[in-house]
């Protein structure tokens, strides 16, 4: 299991930029997909964007694809969503997760989470 903590959010006008950071421990990061998730209030929780374990395949969920991109750095034990041209409609609660991967793919459900972020965008 490795643990994962976010970073970064915070309130934003529509059209700003943020970036969540998500900083994994107490497993080597490089063999987990991970993805992000988020979860508005009433709504169910929803994929945002994932990344295979290599950083080499990416899926973004339509409503946010252009806007947002999820990356990751190995090295560091961490993984990032920059998020771009915000809108009140990505106000959430935004969680990373990872899953042990044994082959470089994105991954849709995921074993370990992080306890959240809050991120929201005023109009």
């Known amino acids: 299991q490795v643990q994962l903590q976010e970073f970064g959010g915070g309130l934003a006008q529509a059209g700003a930029s943020l970036r969540l950071s998500c900083a994994a421990s107490g497993r080597p990061f490089s063999p987990y997909a991970m993805g992000w998730f988020r979860q508005a209030p009433g709504k169910e929780r929803e994929l945002v964007a994932a990344i295979s374990r290599s950083g080499g395949s990416t899926y973004y969920a339509d409503s946010v694809k252009g806007r947002f991109t999820i990356s990751r750095d190995n090295t560091k034990h961490a993984g990032f969503l920059q998020m771009n041209i915000l809108k009140p409609e990505d106000t959430a609660i935004y969680y990373c997760?990872?899953?042990?991967?044994?082959?470089?793919?994105?991954?849709?459900?995921?074993?370990?989470w992080g306890q959240g972020t809050q991120v929201t965008v005023s109009s």
């Open positions: 997760a990872a899953k042990l991967s044994w082959a470089d793919v994105i991954i849709y459900d995921y074993d370990d």
